[in-house]
T-cell receptor
């Protein structure tokens, strides 16, 4: 069946470096994507979203890129900070059906 | 702003006991849902509601019941707790399916 997944379960970066977290999806009908950040012991927090009519969207220090040709989504975090350490996961939605979530990538920022 | 509020934060149950996880949102969202999060897995949908008086099953509904008597509240009931229901539970809400989902802070449930 269709699934949302991540290329890497863990990512470790140096403070100040840029981070790139990847997500693959298999449902070509997906038209809405969200990145969430989840800190330990807390609920998922919305970071940024993108619809399928766009290929790039920028927020504060974050950028989401969507490549519909290869069904790939990425989250770029600029100048990664210790407070960015968390689990990041993507979610997809197609035709207003239920959102489907990836398992997540754990980002660790080294001082 | 409260957003999505869940209680309790932590709960330990014995096998066979029943309990209710409470969820309330103050954003006037029509769509509410319950997910469980297990290690190494993505959030899985248990039940959802598209409005007051309407509920439906998600991906993993067995062992759980829900009701939606008001727009604000969406309680999740465990009928007879089993160790397999040990998990972290998240309530969520949104304006509708296909819109950004906002989550509560989670309820950690252990069934022994």
């Amino acid at each position: 069946g269709e699934s949302v997944g991540l290329h890497l379960p863990t990512l470790s970066v140096q403070e100040g470096d840029n981070s790139i977290i990847n997500c693959a999806y298999s449902n070509s009908a997906s038209d809405y994507f969200i990145w969430y950040k989840q800190e330990s012991g807390k609920g998922p927090q919305f970071i940024i979203d993108i619809r399928s009519n766009m290929d790039k969207r920028q927020g504060q220090r974050v950028t989401v890129l969507l490549n519909k040709t290869v069904k790939h989504l990425s989250l770029q975090i600029a100048a990664t900070q210790p407070g960015d350490s968390a689990v990041y996961f993507c979610a997809e939605n197609s035709n207003n059906n239920d959102m489907r979530f990836g398992a997540g990538t754990r980002l660790t920022v080294k001082p | 702003n409260a957003g999505v509020t869940q209680t309790p934060k932590f709960q330990v149950l014995k096998t066979g006991q029943s309990m209710t996880l409470q969820c309330a949102q103050d954003m006037n969202h029509e769509y509410m849902s319950w997910y469980r999060q297990d290690p190494g897995m993505g959030l899985r949908l248990i039940h959802y509601s598209v409005g007051a008086g309407i509920t439906d099953q998600g991906e993993v509904p067995n062992g759980y019941n829900v009701s939606r008597s008001t727009t604000e509240d969406f309680p999740l009931r465990l009928l007879s707790a089993a160790p397999s229901q040990t998990s972290v539970y998240f309530c969520a809400s949104s304006y509708g399916s296909g819109n950004t989902i906002y989550f509560g802070e989670g309820s950690w449930l252990t069934v022994v």
